[in-house]
């Protein structure tokens, strides 16, 4: 069964500290890993399609990376309007909808 | 450029009480089309989906509808609303073009059944 699990469910860092969020897959076939940004209230906002393994995609503050395994979207040097909860999605082979993760809270103080 | 739009953006319904949702798209022909259904703290529930006019494939049984009367409009229905139909209903589009397609989310309509 394809499953998705985001680590850690929320995460608080002081302005400028960097980090890491970590989604984890398991799909027979990964088409395509997905992340959006989503503020409270609102409807999610579409950031980065990965495909393969090795694969890196840059944004402002955030880069995404995949491996066979797991993803990681990287926020370097974060501003507090960074905050918001950020999805994982991954469409596989075995699936015609997307699987999603429950999000990381990102909570960034100024 | 494209738009999605979603109305209303909040809605206190009675139990019983009729629904409508509505969600237009703009700037695109021949979309996919999508309603989901987001709990508190948890994923994005894909309730239904649409590659085409009067096209509806149903994910998950429930007292919910959907329908798409033109191409670029999508409505989600329910002729008597439950307590558990409380949640926030996002609605999104894709090209249509081969997967993966990367989805588009409207504001989304905040839905509160008492």
């Known amino acids: 069964e394809d499953q998705v699990t985001q680590s850690p469910e929320a995460l608080r860092l002081q302005e400028g500290e960097s980090s890491s969020l970590n989604c984890s897959y398991t799909v027979s076939g990964l088409r395509g890993l997905f992340w959006y940004r989503q503020d409270p209230g609102k409807g999610p906002e579409f950031l980065f399609t990965l495909y393969s393994a090795g694969e890196e995609k840059e944004k402002e503050r955030l880069k995404a990376t995949l491996t066979k395994k797991e993803s990681f979207l990287h926020i370097t040097a974060p501003k507090p309007e960074d905050s918001a909860t950020y999805l994982c999605a991954v469409h596989s082979d075995s699936n015609y909808q997307l699987i999603w993760g429950a999000g990381t809270k990102l909570i960034i103080k100024p | 450029s494209q738009t999605i739009h979603q109305w209303p953006a909040t809605l206190v319904q009675p139990v019983g009480s009729p629904l409508s949702l509505e969600c237009t798209v703009e700037?695109?022909?021949?979309?996919?089309l999508y309603w989901y259904r987001q709990a508190a703290g948890r994923g994005l529930q894909l309730l239904f989906y649409s590659v085409g006019i009067g096209q509806i494939s149903s994910e998950v049984p429930q007292n919910l509808s959907a329908s798409r009367p033109q191409d670029r409009q999508f409505i989600l229905s329910s002729k008597k609303l439950l307590l558990s139909d409380s949640g926030f209903y996002l609605c999104?589009?894709?090209?249509?073009?081969?997967?993966?397609?990367?989805?588009?989310f409207g504001p989304g309509t905040r839905l509160l059944v008492l």
């Open positions: 999104a589009w894709s090209a249509g073009t081969a997967a993966p397609e990367t989805q588009y």
């Open positions: 700037g695109t022909s021949n979309p996919n």
